[in-house]
T-cell receptor, first 114, second 117 residues
Framework: GAGVSQSPRYKVAKRGQDVALRCDPISGHVSLFWYQQALGQGPEFLTYFQNEAQLDKSGLPSDRFFAERPEGSVSTLKIQRTQQEDSAVYLC????????????FGPGTRLTVT | AQKITQTQPGMFVQEKEAVTLDCTYDTSDPSYGLFWYKQPSSGEMIFLIYQGSYDQQNATEGRYSLNFQKARKSANLVISASQLGDSAMYFCAMRVGANFGNEKLTFGTGTRLTIIP
């Protein structure tokens, strides 16, 4: 079956540009997560949705970061006025609702801000 | 706050040998889950194994087993009979609390495992 997909896979943005990263979760997965992974580091939590409700956005590093999941399926992570420190891989994951279920990850979007 | 510590940045292991990847965790919450993920050079995180804090037995999934020592707060991953395809980054992760809406994972810094033919 289809896994989590993300687009684009690679994005180069000039400093100050806005970017939008898309995530298509596994069909039927209620929970959706965004993580940021800097080079050589483990993923760090950004935000979490259950259906269309954003239950936790405590990991978003600044108000330039915004995420939405309006119909409880596809999600978009938007970064406004990108800065060099935003360069990272952005991973999306989805899971069934429930605390013990594993999260399935997409291939990530590698964002490079020049 | 919860924390995961992986103290081995890199490991080299001969093919067919067993390997243990270390993970210690810190949380005061009695309810938590521990996960191991594999990240090949392609970048995708692949789920390997899960252990709940109340599980009585160590988790096993094929060649993967989790050596869960609750009193020592360690959750080491054991890979038996390593294969060349096991070469990758390995991350230990934790989810804390059983409350609704508390499902985020906290990851360690990872261990890069290289299998030598």
């Amino acid at each position: 079956g289809a896994g989590v997909s993300q687009s684009p896979r690679y994005k180069v943005a000039k400093r100050g540009q806005d970017v939008a990263l898309r995530c298509d979760p596994i069909s039927g997965h209620v929970s959706l997560f965004w993580y940021q992974q800097a080079l050589g580091q483990g993923p760090e939590f950004l935000t979490y949705f259950q259906n269309e409700a954003q239950l936790d956005k405590s990991g978003l590093p600044s108000d330039r970061f915004f995420a939405e999941r309006p119909e409880g399926s596809v999600s978009t992570l938007k970064i406004q006025r990108t800065q060099q420190e935003d360069s990272a891989v952005y991973l999306c994951a989805s899971s069934l609702k429930g605390w013990a279920y594993e999260q399935y990850f997409g291939p990530g979007t590698r964002l490079t801000v020049t | 706050a919860q924390k995961i510590t992986q103290t081995q940045p890199g490991m080299f292991v001969q093919e067919k040998e067993a390997v243990t990847l270390d993970c210690t965790y810190d949380t005061s919450d009695p309810s938590y889950g521990l996960f191991w993920y594999k990240q090949p050079s392609s970048g995708e995180m692949i789920f390997l194994i899960y252990q709940g804090s109340y599980d009585q037995q160590n988790a096993t999934e094929g060649r993967y087993s989790l050596n869960f020592q609750k009193a020592r707060k360690s959750a080491n991953l054991v890979i038996s009979a390593s294969q060349l395809g096991d070469s990758a980054m390995y991350f230990c992760a934790m989810r804390v609390g059983a409350n609704f809406g508390n499902e985020k994972l906290t990851f360690g810094t990872g261990t890069r495992l290289t299998i030598i033919p």
